[in-house]
């Protein structure tokens, strides 16, 4: 799991500073915002 945050982190351009600053809400709605992305990633 953290290195699909840090893969997708990258990709995205935050870096892990601005990950571990996120607050909780921020991080739910992220990784919510990722688990979309791989299940698109995965369908096609």
Same mark, same amino acid.
């Given at each position: 799991? #953290?290195?699909?945050?840090?893969?997708?982190?990258? #990709?995205?351009? &935050?870096?892990?500073?601005? !990950?571990?600053?996120?607050?909780?809400?921020? !991080? !739910?709605? &992220? !990784?919510?915002?990722?688990?979309?992305?791989? $299940?698109?990633? $995965? $369908?096609?």
């Amino acid at each position: 799991m #953290r290195e699909a945050v840090f893969v997708l982190g990258q #990709r995205s351009g &935050w870096g892990l500073q601005e !990950l571990l600053n996120l607050d909780e809400e921020d !991080l !739910l709605m &992220w !990784l919510d915002t990722a688990k979309k992305v791989r $299940e698109k990633a $995965e $369908e096609s």
